[in-house]
């Protein structure tokens, strides 16, 4: 399994680890911004991190996977590539007037045992409504995970949380920035709220 800096360095190659005034999608600020699409664009190395999470998953769970589920956008090639490596079928939900949801013809059978898989879990918002679809649709989400953990393990998802790497970078409310981070004009980079 890969080790921290392993993982960061991944992210560095692919200038997938900016430094700025980031607006998150969750509403809050940051002066750094995991851009996770820029190092999932190259299909060995999404695999190789995809991997060693697998592996990591299934040396924490005594349980077999049957389905992974994630939330769009960010998930979406995780929550493939977790399906790959686990050998089981992975699906997505969408959001429809700002709720996930499932679209697409996607079902989840009754008691599957679903593993949620994430790009990157900040404050675990998005996790938690993907994981409250799978349960209304039927499913019984044994663990969540993702590649990076922002909130580096205080993210609470109401299930067990495997990350690859964890990662503390202070986020902030609009009203409450430090004074260097107000003094840079703020970028959204993430897909949640884009018309």
Not at 25 to 47: F, I, N, T, W
Not at 49 to 65: E, N, Q, R
Not at 114 to 140: H, K, Q, W
């Amino acid at each position: 399994m890969m080790d921290r800096e392993e993982v960061l360095d991944y992210f560095r190659q692919a200038d997938a680890l900016l430094e700025g005034h980031f607006i998150l999608s969750s509403g809050l600020h940051a002066a750094r911004y995991l851009q996770c699409a820029r190092v999932l664009m190259d299909p060995v190395v999404a695999a190789k991190l995809c991997k060693s999470l697998a592996d990591k998953i299934m040396t924490i769970l005594d349980v077999k996977i049957d389905l992974v589920v994630s939330p769009a956008m960010g998930g979406v090639v995780v929550g493939y590539e977790m399906g790959r490596q686990l050998g089981v079928k992975a699906i997505f939900t969408e959001r429809v007037d700002g709720k996930l949801t499932l679209r697409r013809g996607f079902e989840i059978p009754d008691g599957a045992r679903v593993l949620m898989a994430e790009d990157i879990v900040t404050t675990g918002l998005s996790s938690r409504e993907c994981i409250e679809v799978i349960g209304a649709y039927g499913g019984n989400v044994v663990a969540a995970s993702c590649l990076i953990d922002r909130s580096n393990g205080s993210a609470d998802v109401g299930v067990p949380l495997v990350s690859l790497a964890g990662l503390e970078i202070p986020a902030y409310e609009a009203d409450d920035l430090p004074p260097e981070l107000a003094a840079i004009a703020p970028m959204k980079p993430g897909s949640r709220g884009l018309k």
